[in-house]
């Protein structure tokens, strides 16, 4: 719904600010062992996808638990965003491509995790290689997918005007059949706007409202 331009999302951690290396190359570094792989595999994860999934973390160099999900937020799975930062590098490496049911356990080094500075409000030591038990529950359309880009472009001219946005939203809310005061409409649409159109020429140009997979458009 309304989450594709507005919704707001939660780190799972801190980012990494380890550096180097092509994709390629450090997806070589992330050790990926699957721990169940349901028979029906659809549709597989990639780069901004939003992700609902429960993972628990541990040191590599004494197997202790640093992180479970299913302790914090009442056991609720986290969402994120794939490929955006969200999480560690090493975990947006080591979760593409996987399929909702599917359970993996990964090792990720250092370079792809907290590097040498560690993360001491997570208990992350310097130079510590982390292994990561991960269960993926969903796999949905990101808040900033091509499709949904494409969905409120009606025009195809790759920048969205305020009557395109308008008539989605009217859309949208009358696929959710929630009652709003008649003013929502506008304060929403003028919200959106001043978020996202930061050129300030009354369009949402493909690059400001798609940040992750702008280039695709």
Known sequence: GLSLLLLPLALLAA???????????????????????PE??????????????????????D??????????????????VLGVGQVIKGLDIAMMNMCPGEKRKVTIPPSLAYGQ????????P???T?????????????????????????DGDKKLSELEV????????????????PSAHDEILTDIFKKN????????????YNVYQHDEL
């Open 15 to 37: 980012p990494a600010r380890a550096g180097g290396g092509t994709a390629a190359a450090a997806a070589e570094e992330v050790q990926i062992e699957v721990l169940h792989l």
């Open 40 to 61: 029906a595999c659809s549709p597989k994860s990639k780069k901004g996808d939003l992700l609902n999934a429960h993972y628990d973390g541990f040191l590599a160099s």
């Open 63 to 80: 197997g202790s638990k640093f992180y479970c999900s299913r302790t914090q937020n009442e056991g609720h799975p986290k969402w994120f």
């Open 117 to 124: 500075q560690g993360y001491a409000q997570g208990k992350i």
């Open 126 to 128: 310097p130079n510590a």
């Open 130 to 154: 982390l292994i990561f038990e991960i269960e993926l529950y969903a796999v949905n359309k990101g808040p900033r997918s091509v499709e949904a880009f494409n969905q409120i472009d009606k």
């Open 166 to 181: 308008s008539q989605y939203l009217k859309e949208e809310f009358a696929r959710d059949g929630k009652k709003r005061h």
């Open 197 to 208: 159109d930061h050129d300030g020429d009354g369009f949402i140009s493909a690059k400001e």
